[in-house]
Each structure stands twice: as C-alpha cells, then as structure tokens.
C-alpha cells in the first residue's frame, strides 16, 4: 500500500526505522573504533563496515519507494523558516547517508584493502593502494559524519517541536500506518 496525502504506508514506516537504527549503530561502532586499541578496532570496524554494505540495500530501498510514492504533504502549517527546514533536512540526511556510503568504501579500497562483508562476500580493491586520495577521503568520511549527526540532532528537534509546542501528529504518523 502506498503513502497518501495524509500518511505513510507500514513499508514506509519500516524502512524508516531500519535507516535509523542502522545509522545510529553504525555512528557508535565507528566512533567506538576510533577510540579502541588495535585488536578491539579491527573487530569494530569490520562489523561497521559490514552493517553500512547492508545500508545500500536500505538506501536503495528507501529511493525507489520514495520516487514511486511521491511524499505526503507536512502535517501542520509553519512559518516558512520552519517549513524550508522540515523541507530540507530529511533531503540533508539522505544526501549525508550518500556521501558516507560513497566515501566510506573508497577509504578501504584505497588502502589496498578489500571490503570484507561479515566474512561472506569480500570486494576486492579495484582501486590499489593510493595513500593521498585515502586520506581525503578519510577527511570527507569523518566531516561527512558530522554533517550527518547535526542533520541527524536537527530532524530530532523538529520531531519534538512538533510533540510538545504543536502538539499535532507528527511522529504519531510515522509510528502508525494509514488505513486503507
Ligand atoms: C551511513 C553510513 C555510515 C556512517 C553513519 C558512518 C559513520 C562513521 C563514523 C561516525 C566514523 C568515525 C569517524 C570519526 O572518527 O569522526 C566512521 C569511521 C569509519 N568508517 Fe564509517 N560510516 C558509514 C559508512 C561506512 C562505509 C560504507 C564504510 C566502508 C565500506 C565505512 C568505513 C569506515 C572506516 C574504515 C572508518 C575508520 C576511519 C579511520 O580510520 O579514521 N563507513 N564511520
């Protein structure tokens, strides 16, 4: 069932959910690997790099469904700061998702290193080892991070406005489904 003007569909809300969780796991495991010691690192960052491989089947998911979908309208009338806000941020959270899920793989391959997915499938280096472009691209990844976190804080935010100043159904509609 798709999205309507006044709701989302439970695949919509699913997928949602999963991106979130997945995100907030992956923040964690790698902030959690870059302040571990060695051993403890390489398991942290081989179960990172795992998770944000699935994450482009959730991305991809996300999309497709949302070009097919379209997007339902906001819920409540804002001021129009506000309502450019409410706009953009999910746009700024997606593209962050994309810059990490596009910088994150070239850093390892880029090391010489393949990408080894919860020891299954394992993508070798088509790139070889490029020490400079490496570690650009280390930069974009931990910059890219932190523009996501704050992208991440501000739709936080704006969820609360809407529960406790609005007080409307925002976050209701995105924990419940529409009927048909
Ligand atoms: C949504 C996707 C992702 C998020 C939110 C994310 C988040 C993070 C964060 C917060 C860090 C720590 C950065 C810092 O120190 O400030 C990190 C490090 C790292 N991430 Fe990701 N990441 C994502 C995707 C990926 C992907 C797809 C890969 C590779 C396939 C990857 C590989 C790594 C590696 C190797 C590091 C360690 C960097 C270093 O040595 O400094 N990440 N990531």
Redesign the pocket.
Known sequence: MKDTQHGYSALSIWLHWLAAI??IV??VL??A??DAADAERKTL?GL??SI??S?YLILVARIGWRLHNGRPTLPSQQSKPLMLLAHWVPVILLAG?AL??V???I??WTKGFP?NIFGLISLPSPLGKMDTLHEVF?VV??IG??L?FFAFLLHILGVLKHLVVDRDNTLKRMLVPIKK
């Open positions: 997945t995100m992956l923040f790698g902030q690997a870059e960052l990172h790099i944000a491989m994450m998702l990490m899920l910088s994150g793989p850093m390892v990408i280390e990844h931990k991070a932190k996501l």
